[in-house]
């Protein structure tokens, strides 16, 4: 599996000290650089990389302004990199992989590029089903990773830029917003009861009528949840003659 990076930063010397310290991993190339926002912009309609290594300030377009014109990074690892920590929270609010200060040392970029590789091997060992959803999916366990039926999970709880999958006494942490991981999942198998939770719908057990046109949803496990009006149209009626 190789890995194809995208470096933007306006500064030439941070391009050529980034690009050297990736050429000493066999697996990435190098598929451009851009020295502007605008540039990378043009760059990324273009093509889009596995691993995008994006400076935060930058003249004109800066890093984050990037991302707002292209609507997103669907499917691309972002880095930022930058001088400053004081965009490190921002950073993660826009989903991003990882923030790299500079200056950029080798150790600091091998775990970055360890977790590159490790999200593209679950998005590659994700099974899906022929309507295109999955029917398991790869996690990292405790001292390995290990496959996990689609099935088996009772509930996903949001925690930030991670899904906590709740399997019988079993969790385990991905990372994805629950809106990039619910788009995985058959809709008709798996519904969003509110804001931070969506739930097996083989594991509903029992609905009860609450305040506001609200739900109690009670799982086989015992588990209870709101499902809050926003989310009930639709979804309630696979329950209702």
């Excluded at 310290?21 to 990324?44: F, N, Q």
């Excluded at 921002?90 to 999200?119: C, I, M, N, S």
């Excluded at 798996?190 to 609450?210: I, K, M």
Aim: glycine share 8%; net charge neutral.
């Amino acid at each position: 599996m190789s890995i194809c990076a995208m470096i933007v930063d306006d500064e030439a010397p941070a391009r050529r000290k980034l690009a050297r310290l990736l050429a000493a991993h066999a697996d990435v190339s190098i598929s451009g650089e851009a020295s502007t926002g605008k540039e990378a912009v043009a760059l990324l309609k273009a093509d889009r990389p596995d691993v995008l290594f994006l400076d935060v300030q930058m003249p004109g377009l800066g890093g984050f302004a990037v991302l707002e014109t292209l609507g997103g990074m669907e499917g691309v690892a972002v880095v930022f990199v930058t001088a400053f920590d004081e965009y490190a929270v921002r950073a993660f609010e826009v989903e991003a992989l990882d923030y790299l200060l500079k200056p950029v040392t080798e150790a600091r970029l091998r775990k970055v590029l360890d977790r590159v590789r490790e999200q593209a091997a679950q998005v590659a060992a994700h099974s899906k089903a022929p309507g295109g959803y999955w029917k398991r999916i790869l996690v990292r366990g405790p001292r390995m990773l290990q496959f996990v039926d689609i099935q088996r999970i009772d509930w996903i709880e949001a925690d930030r830029n991670y899904a906590v999958l709740h399997c019988g006494d079993a969790e385990h942490l991905v990372r994805s917003t629950i809106e990039s991981f619910l788009a995985g999942l058959d809709p008709a198998e798996f519904a969003r009861v509110n804001r931070s939770t969506a739930v097996n719908l083989r594991r509903v057990r029992e609905l009860h009528p609450w305040t506001h046109g609200e739900y109690r949803v009670v799982l086989d496990g015992g588990q209870e949840f709101t499902w809050s009006r926003r989310y009930v149209s639709g979804a309630l009626g696979r329950f209702l003659p």
